[in-house]
C-alpha cells in the first residue's frame, strides 16, 4: 500500500515548455487534490476531484489543467510554464466517509521554471 | 470564503517545554479542523484534528482546543522533543457539502533546542 504517489519529484523547465506532473492513489479515495505550496504562503488549492469524473476549480486555478483519468489518477497540466509557477506541487487523496476524513499527501514535486 | 491565519510564523522553545500555534478562521461554516506536520522535504501529514461538536482533543503530547464562539483552535505541544522540529499547517473547511475544500494557514516553523 503505497499512498500517495506523484512523479515526477524533480523538474525543471523553460517558460513556454509544457508538462503533466501525475498523481496516484491506492487507497481506494474518492477525492483528489493538486495544491501549491510556496515560502510564507502555505498550500492552495489549485483544483480538485470530488469523485471519478469531476474536477473543479480551487483558489489559483489560472493556468493549470487537470484531469482525472479514474479513480486512482489525478494529473495537473501546465500547458505553457511561467516562472510564476515555480513552486512545490503537492497531490491529495480523501475518502470522503463520515467518520474518516483525514486527507493524505504525496511527497511532492519540485518544480523550477526558468 | 474561508480564510484562515495562523501564528506565529516561527517559535523556538527549549526541549522539553511547551509550545502552543494559533490559528483563526472566518467562515462560521467550517467544521473540520486537521493539523499538520511536515517535515524537510516531505509531504503534510495529519498529526491531529476536531471537529466543531468538540472543544477539545488529546493525544499524548499533542491536544487541540477549539473556541467557536471566538472562531479560533490551537495546537499545544507539551514535554517538546527536538524530533518535533518542523513546520505545522492548520486547516479548516466545512464537511457538510462533501467537498473538502480545504483552507490552510501559512505555517509555523517550530525549533525545539535540544
Known amino acids: 500500500n503505497a499512498g500517495v504517489t506523484q512523479t515526477p519529484k524533480f523538474q525543471v523547465l523553460k517558460t513556454g515548455q509544457s508538462m503533466t506532473l501525475q498523481c496516484a492513489q491506492d487507497m481506494n479515495h474518492n477525492s483528489m487534490y493538486w495544491y501549491r505550496q510556496d515560502p510564507g504562503m502555505g498550500l492552495r488549492l489549485i483544483y480538485y476531484?470530488?469523485?471519478?469524473?469531476?474536477?473543479d476549480k480551487g483558489e489559483v486555478p489560472n493556468g493549470y489543467n487537470v484531469s482525472r483519468l479514474n479513480k486512482r489518477e489525478f494529473s495537473l497540466r501546465l500547458e505553457s510554464a511561467a516562472p510564476s509557477q515555480t513552486s512545490v506541487y503537492f497531490c491529495?487523496?480523501?475518502?470522503?466517509?463520515?467518520?474518516?476524513?483525514?486527507?493524505?499527501f504525496g511527497p511532492g514535486t519540485r518544480l523550477t521554471v526558468l | 470564503g474561508e480564510n484562515v491565519e495562523q501564528h506565529p510564523s516561527t517559535l523556538s522553545v527549549q526541549e522539553g517545554d511547551s509550545a502552543v500555534i494559533k490559528c483563526t478562521y472566518s467562515d462560521s461554516a467550517s467544521n473540520y479542523f486537521p493539523w499538520y506536520k511536515q517535515e524537510l522535504g516531505k509531504g503534510p501529514q495529519l498529526i491531529i484534528d476536531i471537529r466543531s461538536n468538540v472543544g477539545e482533543k488529546k493525544d499524548q503530547r499533542i491536544a487541540v482546543t477549539l473556541n467557536k464562539t471566538a472562531k479560533h483552535f490551537s495546537l499545544h505541544i507539551t514535554e517538546t522533543q527536538p524530533e518535533d522540529s518542523a513546520v505545522y499547517f492548520c486547516a479548516a473547511t466545512p464537511i457538510a457539502s462533501g467537498t473538502y475544500k480545504y483552507i490552510f494557514g501559512t505555517g509555523t516553523r517550530l525549533k525545539v533546542l535540544a
Open positions: 491529495a487523496s480523501i475518502l470522503l466517509a463520515e467518520s474518516t476524513d483525514t486527507q493524505y
Open positions: 476531484s470530488a469523485s471519478e469524473g469531476t474536477t
